[in-house]
């Protein structure tokens, strides 16, 4: 089993930054690549960044690449996911989630087996 707990979200304007946080506890999390989901109202969840557990690979979807960054702590069981240069469209509820399989490099959200509560990013223009 792994818990996972996210923090960091807020109400900010547009051009802003915000770092989100995920803190994993229970299994050897290091090992799993892990990866960042958002949900709006009304929409699907969507693979924003995910990255592989020695940070070797890091992935993300178009919309955010150049503004959004991934990074990991293995020795804190953290992932970090920055969010710069924000947009009103990136507003919505973000997700950690912990991939099924140790090394795994596919990014649908049914490839994870673990997910946190989620944080709210609101981002007002």
């Known amino acids: 089993q792994v818990q996972l707990v996210e923090s960091g979200g807020g109400l900010v304007q547009a051009g802003d930054s915000l770092r989100l946080s995920c803190t994993a506890s229970?299994?050897?999390?290091?090992?799993?690549?892990m990866g960042w989901f958002r949900q709006a109202p009304g929409q699907e969840r969507e693979f924003v960044s995910g990255i592989t557990f020695n940070s070797g690979r890091t992935y993300y979807t178009d919309s955010v690449r150049g503004r959004f960054t991934i990074s990991r702590d293995n020795a804190k069981n953290t992932v970090y996911l920055q969010l710069n240069s924000l947009k009103p469209e990136d507003t919505a509820l973000y997700y950690c989630?912990?991939?099924?399989?140790?090394?795994?490099?596919?990014?649908?959200?049914?490839?994870?087996?673990?997910w946190g509560q989620g944080t709210q990013v609101t981002v007002s223009s």
């Open positions: 229970g299994r050897a999390s290091n090992i799993y690549t």
């Open positions: 989630a912990s991939h099924r399989r140790p090394f795994g490099n596919e990014w649908r959200a049914s490839d994870f087996g673990f």
